[in-house]
């Protein structure tokens, strides 16, 4: 679960997982840039002060040498743990390494302070500040901030006791170990609040990473957020595969939705097919937040691919149209409409080795076409759906649908894929239903500049048309078309490995989304509409 960081937040075990290295070496490189900044303050007010002074010996004077060498210590605190990520024992060495050499350094400083200018409050001042800012930014457990403060605490005490110990400069004997004694005081206290402070912040961490724990799944980074949860990356406690959460929060969507969402991952872990999203997991939380874990697709959606390469070759299009077809053929045949086909549920990623593997995601808006499905889990007296692919008996008769509106959606798509643009612009929604409803579509060959191929058009056209009864009768119907005209067939390996190689990097990179409402699932109060 992403945070305000830059870096994905962990635990701070001595494990050193991935994730736990990480977001410490960011911690500590932050840590190492202020300290630098803080005492790179420090050390220009000092030269200022004497060159204002008309003090033109600063320069060769010893003191400001130790501060700038306090400067150049956190500088490389935060040279060495940025970049590439390093191992978790690497950065607490850094770490550690910083602290000692930077607080050596000011205790030294302190051995040329002359006496009228308290040079143990001066040490103790600066090291607390550095102390304090290391508690603020490095996680870290109690016990490891007070062994080093004890460390750094000694190291003080010790030279401001030997460095009072042969001058009167405090009076009688014993002057030295009241400095030392008075020094010793103010460190424990340091010390004692550092500490505390690390415990706390220790423990809100950890409590965090609890509530980012999910069965065996830790979430990681955000991924995207639709109208029926929110997706994570996460990372299974023992597996290595990579996983997608998908979660639903009780208290925004209500119990009734929880139940849907249940649903949904019910009647989706009933599909096998190679191009249907494969779903691990399931369970709740035991605040109840309901989760799925799935297969992490590393990839791009269709509305990506048509975002940085505009609109596609005709055959790469009858080459994914095919995938998804085969994969609402299964659904329909266990009876589930997945309602929401479009370019964003369609994912293009790479597996064993072959690129443009289509995969159908986010079955959010599955109905169960079968006798027996609870009327109360499938929100009757509402449609849902995304306004630029739905089919006109979604708009008009939400009750009679079946796997023909999944059909028309795909048309809608892919006749999207062919011309850069969905079938029925609006200026909102409503007006685009309306389109779907009453509107004849153009030819895509009409709307780009070269020819679409007759037989990929005509099935195209086909699935596109108003009433159910005209268009394919099933996926596999549409699959068979497909596979006896010309155009399926000559999209292969080489051509997609050569456009992922010039548009790859740039289709994965995911953008904010768009604030157009037509191209994001809506859902109509049929109680309220009116059939015209």
């Known amino acids: 679960m992403r945070g305000t960081d830059s870096y994905p ?37 000092r030269v200022t002060t004497d060159v204002v002074r008309g003090n033109f ?3 060769v004077s010893p003191p400001p040498y130790f501060l700038l060498l306090t400067v150049l210590v956190f500088t ?7 970049g590439e990520l390093r191992s978790f024992r690497y950065v607490r060495n850094v770490e550690g390494g910083g602290l000692i050499l930077g607080s050596a350094a000011l205790i030294g400083m302190g051995a040329y302070i002359p006496h009228e200018f308290n040079p143990e409050e001066v040490m103790t001042l600066a090291l607390t500040q550095g102390f304090f800012a290391r508690a603020i930014f490095v996680p870290s457990t109690a016990k490891r901030t007070l062994l080093l403060g004890v460390a750094i605490g000694t190291a003080l005490i010790l030279s401001v006791y030997t460095r009072d110990l042969g001058t009167d400069w405090h009076g009688p004997a014993g002057s030295a170990l009241t400095a030392a004694l008075g020094t010793a005081i103010w460190w424990t206290a340091t010390t004692a609040i550092c500490a505390a402070a690390s415990r ?27 109208a029926m949860g929110v997706v994570y990356r996460a990372r299974h406690s023992m597996l290595a595969r990579p996983t997608a959460v998908k979660l639903l929060m009780p208290e925004k969507f209500g119990e009734a939705n929880l139940a849907r969402f ?44 048509i975002e940085v390469g505009g609109p596609q070759e005709p055959s790469r299009v009858a080459y994914i149209m095919d995938q998804v077809a085969a994969a609402l053929s299964e659904a329909h045949g266990h009876g589930l409409i997945h309602r929401d086909i479009k370019p964003a549920n369609i994912i293009l990623t790479q597996q064993g080795g072959e690129p443009d593997v289509a995969k159908v995601v986010d079955f959010g808006l599955v109905k169960s076409i079968r006798d027996g499905d609870d009327p109360n889990l499938s929100n009757t007296g509402a449609i849902a759906g995304t306004p630029y692919y739905m089919a006109p008996e979604t708009i008009l008769a939400y009750q009679e649908i079946d796997a023909r509106a999944d059909l028309y959606a ?12 969905p079938v029925f612009k609006g200026k909102n929604a409503g007006e685009i239903c309306t389109h779907h409803v009453h509107t004849e579509p153009v030819s ?15 099935i195209v056209l086909a699935c596109l048309a108003k009433d159910p009864g005209d268009r394919p009768a099933t996926a596999g119907h549409i699959r068979a078309r497909l596979w006896a005209g010309n155009t399926l067939g000559k999209w292969n390996t080489d051509r997609a490995r050569r456009w992922w190689r010039e548009y790859g990097e740039e289709a994965k990179r995911r953008t904010s989304a768009s604030d157009d409402a037509a191209g994001h699932t809506i859902a109509i109060d049929l109680k309220r509409h009116k059939r015209g």
């Open 9 to 45: 937040s962990g635990p701070y075990s001595t494990s050193g997982s991935r994730t736990d290295s990480r977001f410490l070496q960011y911690r500590v490189s932050q840590f190492g840039l202020v300290a630098a900044g803080m005492f790179g303050f420090l050390l220009l007010l």
């Open 57 to 59: 010996d600063v320069f």
């Open 76 to 82: 490389g605190v935060w040279a060495f743990t940025r």
């Open 200 to 226: 706390v912040i220790y423990g809100l961490r950890k409590r965090i990473d609890d509530a980012e724990q999910l069965g065996q799944y830790t979430l990681e980074e955000k991924l995207g957020e639709g």
């Open 262 to 305: 249940e649903r949904e991952v019910q009647l989706t872990a009933q599909l096998t097919h190679p191009h249907t999203v494969t779903i691990f997991d399931y369970g709740r939380t035991p605040d109840g937040v309901f989760y799925y874990a799935m297969e992490l697709l590393e990839g791009a959606s269709l509305d990506r691919i």
């Open 410 to 421: 795909l048309g809608a798509v892919c006749y999207f894929m062919l011309t850069g643009e």
């Open 444 to 458: 895509p060959s009409k709307r780009r500049d070269r020819p679409v191929p007759a037989d990929l058009e005509s």
